[in-house]
């Protein structure tokens, strides 16, 4: 993952054109410097057309603390 993103304003019609986004949250503002921990709009893969808050971060398996997540910025396979 890299250090930190933007999100760039979009209009909602763009959304349910390109995406076929049903409801989009009023969230969706400019943001740009969104690093690890913060919540971030997400579409997943089970829910195509619905835009989710997650928060960003990688929190492996055998963390006893979520709050590492923070700092995996740079995973490997």
């Given at each position: 993952m890299c250090g930190r993103f933007s999100l760039i304003n979009i209009k909602p019609e763009t959304l349910k054109e390109h995406f076929g986004i049903k409801n989009i949250p009023?969230?969706?503002?400019?943001?740009y410097n969104i690093a690890p921990s913060n919540y971030t709009p997400v579409i997943t893969n089970?829910?195509?057309d619905t835009i989710h808050m997650m928060q960003w971060g990688l929190i492996p398996h055998w963390?006893?603390?979520k709050s590492i997540?923070?700092?995996l910025i740079n995973a490997r396979a």
């Open positions: 009023t969230v969706l503002k400019s943001r089970t829910e195509p963390a006893k603390d997540g923070q700092k």
